[in-house]
C-alpha cells in the first residue's frame, strides 16, 4: 500500500494551510506526538472552557484570535 503524495510533502511549511488562523495567533502552541503528528494547544483554555484545548483545525474565525507580532531584527 502507499500513502497519497499530500502525507508525503506534509511539513513545517504548509502549518498555515493547516491549523488556519491558530498558525499566526499568540495564544497558540504547537504540540508534536512521538509520531511525528502535530496538535495546536490553545492557551485560552485555561482560563475560559469556552476556548476547546485542542480545537478542530483549520480554524477559520475564532474570538480569542491575536494575531503575533511581527519578529524584531
Do not use: I, W
Amino acid at each position: 500500500m502507499r500513502y497519497p503524495a499530500f502525507v508525503e510533502s506534509r511539513g513545517h511549511d504548509d502549518l498555515q494551510a493547516r491549523a488556519g488562523l491558530c498558525a499566526n495567533c499568540t495564544h497558540a502552541r504547537r504540540v508534536e506526538s512521538a509520531r511525528g503528528s502535530f496538535f495546536v494547544l490553545c492557551e485560552l483554555s485555561a482560563a475560559d472552557t469556552a476556548f476547546p484545548r485542542y480545537p478542530r483545525l483549520p480554524v477559520l474565525q475564532c474570538r480569542g484570535f491575536t494575531p503575533k507580532s511581527a519578529p524584531e531584527e
